[in-house]
């Protein structure tokens, strides 16, 4: 113990030394970049609340248009009708109404987490974990020259490749970098795994480190196998730990760039990191992104290291440090550039793998290590998982019964007056236009780079239910959760040579056989709903009983999004976008071989997706609305 306290007092010197060459990012561009953001944080909880509050006064007002209707003498298949679209509605709606409530929880909290620079050569050390699996060489080699070559202090980080494919072309290849530079290691746990194990991959590093010679470093950082640092990632990242005691992990966004021009799968990930995470730094609720981020070893070490009980092991992570008194930050500035999947296949494996691992989580209120968790702390864990689970199970819920709803011939909303009518479509119309414009001021934060209903992804719940399901099954019957297939060790599945060939592939292989049914019922639906209201001999005009079925906007804008979201996967297995290669895509060094994502990689205004889809729902929505309230 006492050998101890001088190494202590020195480690905190040291610490103290390098926290007095911290200083704030003094970059024009990144200014006036903060004055944008802390505009939208300002701004998107207002239009949040105009979202909540309007929806609810319109399914309020709906649920007593019911009741009259029903009061008035509405009875038999037409009441069931009414309920189940009321119910449909409201479902659907509950949903997408969570990211509301996110950034309603931010509101007079706008504060972005400051940019900051470690300047000089005293600094902590860092050991840098790579994780592969069987991943391409040259993905490998680029992101650990990279990482070798970042403006650190060169005697105060190592690089350590993790390898879970027992490579001896990796090792080799590491092998001799190492003998130029003297600070880069491999080591793999000697066995092959079969899931997604990347969380024992990082602790078997922490074992592996803690044998080096010096021990473990000051701090942890972990990069994925595709994940190019910036050259500046460790000194924007590291002040933020040196400055704030309680902080034990700062994480960065995550940007891709070789997602195809307009981006037809929606893989950019900008709402995500420039909407949720800024507002969840916001209220200290930040997660752990699961690459790029730093946390310090003691940390790591006070939970017990990484979690492995789920395959999102950076949720879980996450959890576990904040009730161990530890706080995580979120740091908004682009420091690491990486590969989305190439191909729709595993663009669909990364989806149903993310679902999964989400959904797992829940258990983490069990696990002892969150003993310490608050009561509020475990709701809000699990709440998330919930809230995914339910807006999952909701829209495929509603991608079946509306199509049985349509079917049925019968008006889909209930009202005793044309007044009530009338009241209903102005309501509405106040609430589309509300979360449109959260939508919009969303969008706008991403740089656009986010369809504004949201309309493309809707694909991917089908697959999404199936994986919940398999879930469900495996936890019942003792299997825990479903196995997954590393990174790096699916093929990459380009598109099929051949009309033919291409059509077998999307529909048996890759099962999208699901949505042309669905698209097919719709369709039949509709078309069902308006020759029933061509034919319900009313004495009303036609146009208003087109607008009380299939017209009724908020079941047509439901019905719209589910057709054309489902004919997403089929239009890009049909026609796929031209793969841009690598190559292309990187400055290389030729002497030294180091290579970074160039312009056109970076190009935000290439991969902006075409907003068509999107503009005619709210036409009609805007137009159906409109006419109705000066007609009717």
Not at 164 to 191: C, P, W
Request: net charge neutral; with cysteine; glycine share 6%.
């Amino acid at each position: 113990m006492n050998e101890a306290a001088p190494a202590l007092t020195s480690r905190k010197s040291a610490w103290e030394r390098a926290a007095a060459n911290v200083q704030l990012l003094d970059d024009p561009r990144e200014k006036k970049r903060e004055q944008e953001q802390l505009q939208f944080m300002n701004r998107i909880p207002k239009a949040a609340l105009a979202s909540i509050l309007s929806s609810w006064l319109y399914f309020g007002y709906s649920f007593k248009c019911l009741l009259d209707a029903q009061a008035s003498g509405l009875s038999g298949t037409a009441l069931k009708v009414a309920c189940l679209s009321y119910a449909l509605q409201l479902g659907t709606a509950i949903p997408s109404g969570t990211p509301h409530l996110l950034a309603l929880s931010a509101m007079g909290k706008a504060e972005r987490q400051p940019l900051l620079r470690l300047n000089g050569d005293v600094a902590p050390t860092v050991d840098i974990f790579i994780t592969c699996c069987g991943e391409e060489m040259d993905v490998l080699m680029d992101t650990v020259r990279a990482t070798i070559a970042i403006d650190y202090p060169k005697d105060r980080y190592r690089v350590i490749v993790l390898d879970d494919s027992v490579s001896v072309q990796v090792e080799t290849e590491i092998t001799k970098l190492n003998a130029g530079h003297e600070r880069i290691y491999y080591s793999t746990r000697g066995v092959k795994p079969k899931t997604h194990t990347k969380a024992g991959n990082l602790n078997h590093g922490l074992k592996y480190v803690s044998g080096l010679l010096g021990g473990a470093s000051d701090l942890v950082a972990v990069l994925d196998v595709d994940m190019i640092p910036s050259p500046h990632w460790l000194r924007a990242l590291v002040p933020h730990l040196l400055l704030d005691p309680k902080v034990a992990l700062a994480n960065p966004p995550q940007r891709h760039y070789n997602i195809p021009d307009g981006d037809p799968l929606s893989q950019v990930m900008d709402v995500l990191f420039d909407v949720m995470e800024p507002s969840k730094n916001a209220t200290n609720s930040a997660w752990c992104c699961g690459t790029g981020f730093v946390v310090r070893r003691d940390a790591l070490d006070a939970i017990g290291g990484v979690p492995e009980e789920s395959i999102s092991e950076d949720i879980l992570t996450s959890f576990f440090l904040k009730p161990a008194g530890w706080e995580i930050v979120y740091v908004h500035e682009d420091v690491q550039w990486g590969l989305a999947p190439s191909s729709i296949t595993t663009h669909l494996k990364l989806q149903k793998r993310t679902c999964a691992g989400l959904v797992s989580t829940a258990t983490a209120v069990w696990n002892p290590r969150a003993q310490k968790m608050t009561t509020e702390e475990k709701y809000g864990n699990g709440f998330s998982a919930f809230a995914f689970t339910l807006s999952i199970t909701i829209n495929m819920a509603a991608m079946v019964i509306l199509p049985l709803l349509l079917l049925s011939g019968a008006p889909l909303v209930a009202y005793s007056t044309h007044t009530q009518l009338r009241a209903m479509s102005i309501l509405f119309l106040i609430k589309f236009l509300a979360i449109f414009s959260y939508d919009f001021l969303a969008t706008e934060a991403a740089n656009y780079h986010l369809d504004l209903l949201g309309v493309p992804m809707a694909w991917t719940i089908p697959h999404q239910f199936m994986t919940l399901v398999r879930l469900a099954l495996s936890v019942i019957t003792g299997g825990g959760v479903p196995l997954f297939t590393p990174s790096g060790l699916n093929v990459n599945v380009g598109a099929a040579k051949g009309v033919a060939n291409r059509i077998k592939a999307a529909l048996w292989d890759h099962g999208f056989i699901i949505h042309v049914v669905i698209i097919a019922s719709l369709l039949t639906g509709v078309a069902t709903s308006f020759a029933a209201a061509s034919e319900s001999g009313n004495t009303q005009p036609l146009w208003a009983e087109l607008f009380t079925r299939a017209g009724w906007p908020p079941i047509s804008l439901v019905c719209y999004t589910y057709i054309v979201g489902c004919w997403t996967p089929l239009s890009y297995s049909f026609n796929p976008p031209e793969a841009m290669a690598r190559s292309t895509l990187m400055d290389r060094d030729p002497k030294t071989l180091l290579a970074y994502p160039n312009r056109q990689a970076k190009d935000q205004k290439r991969i902006r997706p075409s907003q068509t889809a999107s503009i005619l729902a709210i036409v009609y929505c805007i137009g159906a609305s409109g006419m109705a309230m000066s007609c009717i």
